[in-house]
């Protein structure tokens, strides 16, 4: 587990290299996981749950204000998360990895610790009678060859691009709905302070720069 993720020492977050990250896709009458390799699972400083490779956001969801919408069921080195928002519904299972330091079982319970604090977590023992539905998955991970790019997946500078353009344009994980610890009169309140702040202007300048930026790297 280490303190930073993306090279930004500035900001500090919780992270753990997993063994396998796989994602439940829906289609017509069927189900199928798919599975990826070198992911990492960051809770940032700023209580965001995010699971990356490079540039790639697998998943992204901020924490707080989400024991309705999120769901964690734990079972030794494995977790499965179901995320619901609207009548939408995602579910994703991850396997930690053995490090020199720790297994994947103690590696899962600091994460779990952590998730505990903001979400339901239900814990599945090795003789519990739990119904599939919850534990779909978690016993054994199949290796099978990862997948480099699934529909959906985007990088930082397409989400920029989005966010500069139609915000419908991304996939359901960049598309739930938001959930900051503050009511819309207060959100109200705190842009019309921003907006005579006299140094708001050009933050918000920097910020188109760095979109900009990403867009074009």
């Not at 990356?52 to 901020?62: A, F, L, Q, V």
């Not at 299972?93 to 952590?114: H, L, N, P, Y």
């Not at 930082?156 to 938001?178: F, G």
Request: with cysteine; hydrophobic share 35%; aromatic share 10%.
């Amino acid at each position: 587990m280490s303190e930073a993720f993306y090279g930004q020492e500035n900001l500090p977050s919780k992270c753990w290299k997993l063994h396998k990250y796989a994602r439940f896709y829906t289609e017509p009458g069927k189900g199928s996981w798919q599975y990826f390799d070198n992911v990492v699972l960051a809770i940032t400083a700023t209580n965001h749950l995010l699971l990356s490779r490079g540039d790639i956001i697998y998943e992204n969801y901020p924490l707080w204000n989400s024991a309705d919408q999120i769901k964690v069921i734990w079972k030794g080195d494995s977790v499965l998360i179901i995320c619901k928002n609207q009548n939408e519904s995602r579910k994703f299972r991850i396997k930690f990895e053995d490090t020199a330091a720790k297994t994947g079982v103690e590696q899962c319970q600091d994460c779990v610790k952590i998730l505990a604090d903001f979400v339901s977590v239900t814990t599945v023992s090795a003789t519990s009678e739990a119904s599939q539905t919850e534990t779909e998955g978690l016993l054994e991970m199949p290796s099978k060859k990862p997948t480099e790019l699934l529909k959906g997946d985007v990088e930082l500078k397409d989400v920029a691009l989005s966010l500069l353009s139609n915000r419908d344009n991304l996939p359901l994980p960049y598309r739930v709905s938001a959930s900051y610890p503050m009511e819309d009169e207060q959100l109200a309140t705190l842009l019309c302070l921003c907006l005579t702040d006299p140094a708001f202007p050009d933050f918000v300048h920097k910020v188109d720069v760095q979109l900009t930026k990403l867009i074009s790297s």
